[in-house]
C-alpha cells in the first residue's frame, strides 16, 4: 500500500508537476535531495527497497525519514499555492487567513479590510458558509476595533444563519438521494419519506421569490426537481425540465468557475435523459458538449467527469453500434484516471457483458460479468444491485450450461433468501422459479401467463438489467 506521500504524487498532474518544480526549487534550493527523492519516488517500481534508495540519496534512515515529511509539506503547499485563486472559495478563504495574520500582528483596520474583501467575494459567489466564518471573525475582531458595526453584522449573521440552514437541510436530503441512486441504480428503492420531505421543500422554496433570486437556490431548487422526475422516471418531463434549466442558467450567464460542478452535472441529466427517450445523436451531441466543458477552468474537473462521459457514449453505441460501443470500454479500461475507482470497473466489466449478450457471444459475455462478482467491490454494492447482477448472470449461463445455471439459482437462494422475501423482490423471485421449472421442464403455461401480468415490458427493461418480460417470451 502507497504512502501518504507516494499516494499524492501519484495524483499529480503534469501541470502540478511542473509547478512543483519551480516551487521547491524556491523554496528549498539549497538541497538537491529533494528534487532527486520526487523523481524517484514519482518514477518508482513497485518492489523498490528502501535501501537502494537510501543509497541513491546518500543519506541514512533517520535523514530519509526527514526528507519525505518536508517533501510531503512542500507538496501541499504547493498545491494550495497552485489553486487557492482558481476558485471564488478559496479565494475568499485566503483574503480570512491574511486578516487573520495581520490581526495577530495588530494591524486590526489591515484585518478588518481583509475580512470585507472576504466578505465581497463569497456575497458574489454565495459562499455562505464562508460568509458564516467571516462574519464570526468580524464579531471577534469587533472586541478590539470598536470602529465596526456590531449591529449590522449581527443581523447579517442571522439572515446568512437562515439561509444556510435552508441549504443545509435540503443537501441532507439530497445527500441521502443521491447516494441511493448511485449504490442501487434504480434497482431498489430510496425511503418514500425521503422523497415527500424533498416535495414538501421544492414546493417552499417555489413560493419564495428572495430565495429563487438567488443562483445557488436556483440550482439547488434545479437538483431537488430532478431527482423527484428520475425517482417517478418520468425521463420525458425530465428532458423538457432539465434542457430548460441549462438554456436559462446560461442566458441568465448563472455558471462560473464555482458552480462549474453543477454546469456539468446538468449536461450529464441532458445526455442521459435523451439516451433514456431513444434520442441517441442528441445524447451524443451533448457528451461532445460536455467534453467541451469538462476542459474549460484549466480543465479542473475533466478527470472527475470523464468517466461519465465514457458512461453516455458506451450507452447510446451500445445500442445504435456495438464495436464502437466495446472500443470505448476498451478506452476507459486503459485510463489511468478510471483504472483507480473500482466501482467504474464494475461499470465495464457489466456494460462488456451485456453487449457481448446482445451479439450471442455468452461465453465472452459470461466472463466478463463472473470477472464483476469476483471483485471485491462488488459486496459495496447495494444489496439489491447485487442480486440483479447474479440473476442476470443466471440468464446469460443458462445459454451457456444449464446444469450450472441451477447451481447458481440455487447459491443465490441460499445467500440471499432474506431479501428474495421481501416484497420489493417478489418479481425476483418469482423469474427464478419460472427458470428453475423451465430447467426441470414443467409446465409453465399458466406461471409465465401471471408473471407476464405483472408489469409491461417496458416497465421490465427498465427495472431489470436484462429484461425478464423479454427473456421470459424468448424462452418460455
Known amino acids: 500500500m502507497n504512502s501518504r506521500l507516494e499516494t499524492v504524487i501519484d495524483s499529480l498532474s503534469k501541470e502540478e508537476v511542473r509547478f512543483f518544480k519551480l516551487f ?24 523498490y527497497k528502501t535501501k537502494d534508495l537510501l543509497k541513491k540519496l546518500n543519506t541514512s534512515a533517520g535523514n530519509y525519514y526527514t526528507l519525505k515529511n518536508r517533501l510531503y509539506h512542500e507538496l501541499n503547499n504547493s498545491m494550495v499555492w497552485q489553486h487557492i485563486w482558481k476558485d471564488q472559495q478559496s479565494k475568499s478563504f485566503s483574503f480570512v487567513l491574511l486578516s487573520r495574520i495581520y490581526k495577530n500582528k495588530g494591524e486590526l483596520e489591515l484585518s478588518f479590510n481583509y475580512l470585507k474583501k472576504a466578505e465581497k467575494e463569497a456575497l458574489d459567489s454565495d459562499l455562505y458558509e464562508i460568509l458564516s466564518i467571516i462574519y464570526s471573525e468580524v464579531l471577534h475582531l469587533s472586541h478590539e476595533l470598536i470602529s465596526i458595526d456590531v449591529d449590522y453584522y449581527i443581523e447579517q449573521k442571522r439572515k446568512n444563519i437562515k439561509t444556510l440552514s435552508e441549504i443545509d437541510e435540503i443537501d441532507l436530503l439530497l445527500t441521502k438521494i443521491m447516494y441511493d441512486v448511485k449504490t442501487k441504480q434504480n434497482f431498489s428503492n430510496s425511503n418514500i419519506s425521503i422523497f415527500k420531505l424533498l416535495k414538501s421543500k421544492y414546493n417552499k422554496i417555489s413560493r419564495d421569490n428572495n430565495l429563487l433570486k438567488n443562483s445557488r437556490f436556483r440550482i439547488k431548487l434545479f437538483n431537488m426537481y430532478s431527482r423527484l422526475l428520475l425517482n417517478k422516471r418520468d425521463y420525458n418531463s425530465l428532458e423538457i425540465f432539465v434542457i430548460k434549466s441549462y438554456d436559462e442558467f446560461e442566458i441568465d450567464k448563472l455558471f462560473d468557475r464555482y458552480n462549474h460542478n453543477d454546469k456539468l452535472t446538468m449536461l450529464t441529466y441532458i445526455a442521459n435523459c435523451l439516451f433514456k427517450t431513444n434520442k441517441y445523436n442528441q445524447s451524443l451531441r451533448y457528451a461532445e458538449i460536455l467534453l467541451k466543458n469538462m476542459c474549460e477552468y484549466d480543465s479542473f474537473l475533466y478527470d472527475k ?129 419460472l427458470i428453475s421449472k423451465k430447467l426441470s421442464a414443467s409446465d409453465l403455461v399458466k406461471d409465465k401467463d401471471i408473471f407476464l401480468s405483472n ?19 424468448e424462452y418460455i
Open 455 to 473: 408489469i409491461t415490458d417496458e416497465e421490465s427493461k427498465e427495472l431489470d438489467i436484462i429484461g425478464y418480460n423479454s427473456w421470459v417470451k
Open 305 to 433: 467527469y470523464l468517466f461519465y462521459y465514457y458512461n453516455i457514449l458506451v450507452q447510446n453505441y451500445s445500442i445504435t453500434d456495438k464495436d464502437k460501443a466495446l472500443d470505448y470500454l476498451d478506452k476507459a479500461s486503459k485510463n489511468e484516471v478510471i483504472k483507480k475507482i473500482p466501482a467504474y470497473n464494475s461499470f465495464i466489466y457489466l456494460n462488456r457483458s451485456l453487449i457481448f449478450y446482445d451479439l450471442d457471444d455468452f461465453k465472452r459475455s459470461k466472463q466478463n460479468i463472473s470477472r464483476l462478482i469476483m471483485q471485491e467491490d462488488f459486496l459495496f454494492l447495494d444489496k439489491s444491485f447485487q442480486l440483479k447482477i447474479l440473476i442476470t448472470s443466471v440468464i446469460i449461463i443458462y445459454n451457456i450450461s444449464k446444469k450450472h445455471a441451477k447451481e447458481k439459482i440455487n447459491e443465490i437462494k441460499n445467500n440471499y433468501n432474506t431479501l428474495l422475501k421481501t416484497e420489493n423482490h417478489y418479481r425476483d423471485t418469482m423469474f427464478l422459479e
Open 24 to 47: 521547491l526549487n524556491r523554496t528549498v534550493s539549497a538541497s538537491r535531495k529533494d528534487v532527486n527523492l520526487f523523481d524517484f519516488l514519482r518514477k518508482r517500481k513497485r518492489d
